[in-house]
């Protein structure tokens, strides 16, 4: 099988293209060789038929575009940035910013392309697992003055407007070709795959504190967090916005729709099985502020939500015999030690079924006359945080 996205193939494939004769096949000052020269639809075919690409037409990674990317960081053109899991590939700036080129994005992305690259390669996120059939979907949050500066959208439409597509292909395209993933191959979605996507919290319109703050960093730093999920949508809306009654319709409103998620049978788990679940929240401005109105911080939400989201344990063993893979009971996961003992009580009894506030990641975006919530569950994976240097 032929290798992805190395070192070798990368640079080869990153040459200026053109429609010429053979003679263009000489070196440059790389020292690496083209392997392929033609017009644009000839390289978008040759890239798709090998799996370099997502099937939808692509920007030629020439020399030229590349080293307009590789202006916008200090680091040298082939330092090691991270090691890509599953193939422990190499990320460097040049192959980054052949992923950036082909995506779409702007020169200017480079910094966070890096920095985004740092945290596929970091252990936290791990990346290794993402292959799962339950079919997960990577995304990218991105917090402070970055992303303003590079129009990447926190309001309405978010993760279809601005440079916001463009960035979640990259990361998308990244995961390809520099972890090694391939549809169907290791990377086994059921039903296949949307591509990532990208979005920022709108902070402007945040009665809380922005993510990445809660994540150890300054609120003037700029950071990109990687999480994957296996959702996107619905968005339900909370009918009552106005009294103290919309909170707690909005919180009721959350609980409902974690305890829709396919992955239920994960969320109570102890010690490190809780490690591997994540639960990020996408709620808008206008609902942030009820919460923030009626006297919620960020943390009491997390929380509140812990303390009452709740089931019973005749319905939770429902799920774990017949949705869960494991085909196991309640009490067989409490006595492997699992689940926490409360699980072990009367068939009608209502149980938590987060194991922890800590599971829970909330993001507030979206258009801020809305006021719509998205719960994305995730698993094997937690969010991970980079700093991207120059903003």
């Known amino acids: 099988m032929e290798e992805v996205l190395v070192d070798r193939i990368v640079e080869g494939l990153t040459r200026e293209l053109r ?67 599953p193939e422990n590939l190499k990320a460097t700036p040049w192959n980054i910013a052949a992923n950036g080129v082909m995506a779409g994005c702007a020169p200017e992305m480079m910094p966070v392309l890096i920095a985004t690259a740092e945290a596929l390669g970091d252990e936290r996120c791990g990346l290794n697992m993402i292959g799962t059939s339950s079919g997960l979907i990577p995304f990218c949050v991105l917090n402070g003055p970055v992303a303003a500066r590079l129009n990447v959208a926190s309001g309405p439409y978010l993760i279809s407007l601005g440079a916001n597509p463009s960035l979640g292909r990259a990361l998308a395209l990244m995961i390809r070709n520099l ?21 920022a919290e709108y902070e402007a319109e945040s009665p809380w504190e922005p993510f990445h703050v809660e994540q150890g960093f300054d609120r003037a730093s700029s950071t990109v967090t990687i999480g994957v999920t296996n959702n996107w949508g619905p968005s339900p809306g909370a009918a009552s916005t106005d009294d103290l009654s919309g909170a707690d319709t909005a919180l009721e409103l959350i609980s409902r729709e974690i305890k829709k998620k396919v ?7 102890l010690g490190p099985e809780a490690e591997h679940v994540m639960i990020t929240v996408l709620i808008t401005p206008t609902v942030a502020k009820i919460l923030a109105d009626a006297g919620y911080s960020k943390a009491d939400v997390k929380r509140h939500l812990h303390q009452n989201t709740t089931m019973s344990i005749r319905d939770f063993d429902w799920i774990l015999r017949h949705q869960s893979i494991m085909r196991t009971t309640v009490q067989a996961q409490v006595e492997a030690g699992v689940y926490p003992p409360e699980f072990l ?47």
């Not at 992955?263 to 788990?269: D, F, S, V």
């Not at 975006?365 to 719509?372: E, I, M, S, T």
């Open 345 to 391: 009580g009367r068939p009608d009894d209502r149980v938590r079924i987060l194991s922890g506030p800590d599971i829970l990641h909330i993001v507030v975006c979206g258009d801020p006359n809305r006021n719509r919530v998205m719960v994305l569950e995730g698993a094997h994976t937690r969010p991970t945080t980079k700093r991207v240097e120059g903003y």
């Open 19 to 85: 429609i010429s004769s053979p003679r263009n096949s000489s070196k440059t000052d790389t020292g690496s060789e083209i392997v392929f020269t033609g017009n644009t639809y000839e390289v978008h075919r040759h890239f798709s038929e090998r799996g370099w690409s997502d099937g939808l037409p692509i920007i030629p990674p020439t020399v030229e575009r590349i080293e307009e990317f590789l202006k916008h960081t200090d680091r040298s053109a082939h330092d090691v940035v991270a090691s890509m899991l």
């Open 179 to 199: 972890a090694g993933f391939r549809p169907g191959l290791n990377y086994m979605g059921t039903f296949g795959y949307p591509l990532g996507f990208a979005l």
């Open 263 to 269: 992955r239920l049978y994960n969320y109570p788990g």
